[in-house]
């Protein structure tokens, strides 16, 4: 039998859609310690990452879930419809409406052992939401578990409802449309699910159901569940709470998940070993849901984590496209970098950060994760970091203007350890890195060229760094022919060769004690760069137009256009950094006067001249 706990009724007042947004968990201190801490403590990594638990005030003897006027009237409309098709005594196998389409009925004494149980319709918002609404009393997500149909079956029912009833729950626009989302075992996705939207909030409805696993599949054998058996099958003893739509009570059929939710804790509802074997990419949800609620995962789920024939499920088995939709969350989240320390501590960063193949390189240094991290850990603190607004380490701030530049940053640090490896040969040579990113998480092609040209650029930009750093400095034409040869991505090339110069300094440091001197030495440079291309006014340099273009300049000099002109066209761009608010007309009065000497000194000297002419022509 479940834990359950009457519910008491005190709708709260309606959220704007502005407002109606997950509350996150903030982590706003210091870098927490790569060793992982044991479940007794009710705070994650040595009180260093803020837990959603420590501000949890439900009552686990008398839990409570105050809805919204919106959540009320969903319900209503739910339990309505339900004891609707109740009253029609139908239970269906396939799509059914009221008035316009055919009914499909089901005896409830059929001996089919796959046909949906006998007896009336009973619904429950299920796992994230419960979880979410005990926490912090909002959530946006709404799954419904249906006891005596699928998702879809209910969807048809609640769309005829209401057509015909729409109007008493404030809906006025007719029938809803109802999704169906067809299960994928392939790609990890074991449920079907139906989908459809009701004043303006997103739900998904499907069947309570049990899973059996045999042992020659990794695809499960889904059939009609009882709430227990639907409670066990799922990821966590946190997620696998129901809220009973008719009893008003909050379920806990696993008799963990309440005091789990309270202490803070991640834990299997099942043996853990037998749960990842199952499924692997559950590793990757609980340590997703570990960083984005600040909760410890116990340790007999962890050891399990790092089962060899687990990681190498995870690694080989489970669909790249799934893996990457669950590692962009967690590098979207609140908390990438506990994310990240979670992966490296269990040894996980190359069945996750790695192309698909059965036996990475042994040598590869994982440790490059854990320095990255610890770096950007510091730089996105927006506590400590800079030290002052005057601080000289000030400007590296404008090289993370959006979070998809936090992302990238952190995507980056994720597929460190490839960083001195590289697939192809010549000008086809692509960072392994890149590789990593786009073959292991399947990353879409815009943050996949965003990864070539960081780790491509390492050492361009090294030298760029160590040039403006020289005496001297780099002057505004050296400057801005750098930003151009990089183009619209120079930040984010910037970023990853501070990131690999960090990484490899701090995996070299014979004492550790020494680090954040030489980090901040580094910093400095790299700050230093980005300050010079600020104050010459060079952030966009990349999309200047030249002031004449390649047909007038052959025009100006008599010749015809060949090998020459980009050398020649780089000085023109060297003229224009040089006069900034200089005319077309003023730039051919500098080559004409150049005249021959335009060429001295420059890229297009001794190449496509009168004399490169003559020669092409005997």
Same mark, same amino acid.
């Given at each position: ?197 009701? &004043? ?7 069947? &309570? ?130 994310? &990240? ?54 400007? &590296? ?222």
């Amino acid at each position: 039998m479940p834990t359950t706990r009457s519910f008491s009724s005190s709708p709260s007042a309606p959220l704007s859609p502005s407002k109606r947004r997950r509350v996150e968990a903030e982590t706003t201190t210091p870098e927490p310690a790569i060793s992982e801490p044991t479940t007794t403590t009710k705070t994650i990594m040595d009180s260093q990452v803020t837990s959603l638990a420590a501000s949890a005030t439900f009552d686990i003897a008398n839990p409570v879930i105050t809805l919204t006027p919106l959540e009320q009237t969903i319900r209503d409309l739910l339990v309505d419809c339900a004891a609707h098709i109740d009253s029609l005594k139908l239970t269906t196998t396939e799509s059914t409406t009221d008035s316009a389409a055919t009914i499909t009925t089901t005896s409830e004494t059929s001996s089919d052992p796959d046909a949906p149980p006998p007896g009336p319709t009973i619904l429950r918002f299920t796992g994230g939401w419960v979880r979410d609404k005990l926490l912090r009393g909002q959530s946006n997500d709404i799954d419904v578990g249906i006891t005596t149909m699928t998702g879809y079956d209910f969807g048809q029912h609640l769309s005829a409802f209401i057509s015909q009833h729409g109007p008493t729950y404030g809906i006025n626009t007719g029938a809803r449309g109802i999704h169906k989302i067809e299960s994928n075992p392939e790609k990890s996705k074991h449920l079907e699910t139906a989908t459809t939207r009701i &004043l303006g909030l997103d739900i998904d409805l499907v069947n &309570l159901r049990s899973e059996a696993y045999s042992g020659t599949s990794r695809i499960p054998e889904m059939k009609f569940g009882t709430p227990e058996q639907d409670a066990k099958r799922r990821d966590a003893t946190v997620n696998a709470l129901f809220y009973n739509l008719h009893t008003r009570e909050v379920e806990d059929y696993t008799g963990q998940g309440l005091q789990d939710l309270k202490d803070g804790v991640i834990r299997t509802p099942l043996l853990p070993w037998a749960t990842f074997n199952d499924d692997p990419l559950r590793i990757l949800r609980l340590i997703r849901f570990a960083s984005r609620l600040g909760f410890v995962i116990t340790e007999d789920v962890k050891e399990a984590m790092q089962d060899p024939e687990v990681k190498r499920s995870l690694r080989v088995k489970i669909s790249r496209e799934r893996v990457g939709v669950e590692v962009e969350k967690m590098l979207k989240g609140p908390n990438p970098h506990y994310a &990240l320390t979670l992966i490296h501590s269990l040894s996980l960063t190359l069945s996750i950060f790695s192309p698909p193949i059965a036996s990475p390189p042994t040598d590869l240094p994982t440790n490059y994760l854990r320095h990255a991290i610890t770096l950007l850990k510091y730089l996105f603190d927006e506590n400590s970091f800079p030290p002052s607004d005057s601080s000289p380490l000030k400007p &590296l701030t404008t090289l993370f203007p959006t979070p998809q530049d936090r992302y990238i940053a952190y995507a980056m640090a994720g597929v460190m350890p490839w960083v001195h490896r590289t697939v192809g040969e010549g000008h086809k040579t692509i960072p392994a890195a890149a590789i990593a990113a786009r073959e292991g998480l399947k990353m879409n092609n815009r943050d996949y060229e965003l990864l070539v040209s960081g780790f491509r650029g390492v050492e361009s930009v090294k030298g760029f760094v160590s040039c403006n750093n020289s005496e001297g400095g780099m002057g505004r034409e050296e400057l801005g022919l750098a930003i151009r040869n990089m183009g619209r991505s120079w930040r984010t090339q910037v970023v990853c060769a501070c990131l690999v110069e960090v990484v490899e300094m701090a995996e070299g440091l014979p004492l550790p004690a020494e680090y954040e001197i030489n980090r901040d030495r580094i910093l400095l440079r790299y700050a230093g760069f980005v300050a010079a291309v600020e104050r010459e006014g060079l952030q966009e340099v990349y999309d200047l137009k030249a002031v004449i273009n390649g047909k007038d300049l052959a025009r100006a000099l008599g010749r015809k256009s060949g090998p020459w002109m980009k050398g020649a066209l780089e000085k023109v761009f060297m003229w224009q950094m040089r006069n900034p608010g200089g005319t077309r007309e003023e730039a051919k009065a500098w080559i004409a006067e150049e005249g021959e000497g335009f060429f001295v000194g420059g890229e297009g000297e001794g190449v496509g001249g009168k004399e490169g002419e003559e020669k092409k022509g005997e």
